[in-house]
């Protein structure tokens, strides 16, 4: 019965560390959205209680005050879940509402590509390409292709009756065409339309509304606006910690290393301070610090029990971070450290050099088993 809640409470941590893992990854993504005209500089906003993400993994000290030691551990591990939830639920909404604020955008300024046929014409005309306030006059905007311009100017004045002579002018063009306005009598409209497109003139629907296009422009306007003060360029000087390691094959580092750097601005400081950046940037770069440490306390936790249960009390091992100077290096390191420990556990060392070997009560693949505790950091958060 021990044993079973011992696989539960373990189970229950590794839940908890894949949650967060795909929550930072969801947070890193998002600080890239944001900040798309300026992608170079998101590895500097990803940063972990103010300094870069290696950094404070090989300063890594367990955060007493945050989450009590005396408390017990499944105490521990809910406080990490309720962050977990918490963050994950504002994210959706406040993604949710940029994406919603971006597609809205996206659909006005497609509105304004395209070819004559398709694209708004509110940025293209004026109120003085119209005739106005007449109760017997329109104008009407049509769609020449390039080759009928002369055939155009020869004939729309005889296409119809009642079209008022030399009222046509080109006020647009793309690479197919051009937009020509006409002036004629309302009541030769569907007349002039049925002329125009036996001789492969279109006639663009569009009626001049001065509130309407006044109305597109300012909601344009708004769009843009409230997207870019989603992001903008942080102003905030930040203090990193030393990033600079000796250049050796294989790093270790102990877990706990009394000279920790000094970790600058806390987060809610550095979200006080950071006037220069937008709201869902600021959000985005304070939680994602917290949901960071967040699983990187997962992470330290997960190694404690799984040392406990494989070694016993009283607890006599030591947590190191191994980084291979190469990723070529990694199967010669697994080599070393199999060597080194195979004394720690004999069948998991048998396993390793023969898959056919089972290790008694375990569910996982020999491959992620070894005769060490071993658990993965992965920091490549944007690949």
Not at 42 to 49: F, I, T
Not at 169 to 197: P, Q, S
Not at 307 to 332: E, I, M
Request: overall charge neutral; some cysteine; charged content about 25%.
């Amino acid at each position: 019965m021990s044993s079973l809640r011992e696989d539960q409470r373990d189970a229950n941590q590794s839940s908890s560390a894949m949650a967060f893992f795909s929550l930072i990854k969801k947070m890193a993504q998002s600080v890239v959205e944001v900040m798309e005209d300026a992608k170079g500089k998101v590895p500097e906003n990803l940063l972990a209680n103010g300094v870069d993400l290696k950094s404070f993994v090989t300063h890594f000290e367990w955060d007493m005050a945050k989450y009590p030691a005396k408390q017990p551990l499944v105490s521990v591990v809910d406080t990490l879940a309720k962050q977990l939830a918490q963050i994950e639920t504002d994210l959706k909404s406040r993604t949710a509402a940029y994406n919603t604020l971006k597609t809205n955008l996206e659909n006005l300024e497609k509105k304004s590509m395209g070819n004559l046929f398709t694209r708004t014409l509110s940025d293209i005309v004026s109120k003085e390409d119209f005739v106005l306030g007449s109760e017997y006059l329109v104008t009407l905007l049509v769609i020449v292709p390039k080759s009928s311009y002369a055939q155009w100017q020869k004939t729309y004045e005889s296409l119809s009756d009642m079209v008022v002579p030399r009222s046509t002018k080109l006020i647009a063009e793309d690479n197919e065409g051009g937009l020509f306005t006409v002036t004629l009598f309302r009541k030769v409209i569907e007349d002039f339309k049925t002329k125009a497109k036996e001789n492969k003139f279109t006639v663009r629907e569009f009626y001049y509304d001065e509130k309407e296009i006044k109305r597109e422009r300012e909601e344009m306007s708004r769009l843009l606006s409230d997207k870019k003060q989603q992001y903008q360029t942080s102003c905030v000087a930040l203090k990193k910690g030393s990033s600079t390691f000796p250049d050796h094959k294989v790093k270790v580092t102990p877990l706990g290393n009394p000279d920790r750097p000094a970790a600058g601005q806390t987060d809610r400081e550095r979200e006080s301070e950071g006037e220069g950046e937008g709201p869902l940037l600021r959000w985005l770069k304070v939680n994602f610090s917290e949901a960071f440490i967040a699983w990187i306390h997962i992470k330290a936790l997960r190694v404690f029990v799984e040392s406990v249960l494989r070694y016993g009390l009283p607890v006599n091992f030591q947590a190191v971070l191994l980084q291979p100077h190469k990723k070529s290096s990694t199967k010669r390191l697994r080599e070393v450290l199999n060597s080194v420990f195979r004394h720690l556990d004999q069948v998991a060392a048998a396993s390793i050099l023969d898959a056919s070997v089972e290790i008694p009560g375990l569910q996982l693949s020999t491959q992620d088993y070894f005769p060490y505790v071993y658990f993965h950091i992965d920091l490549s958060l944007l690949d």
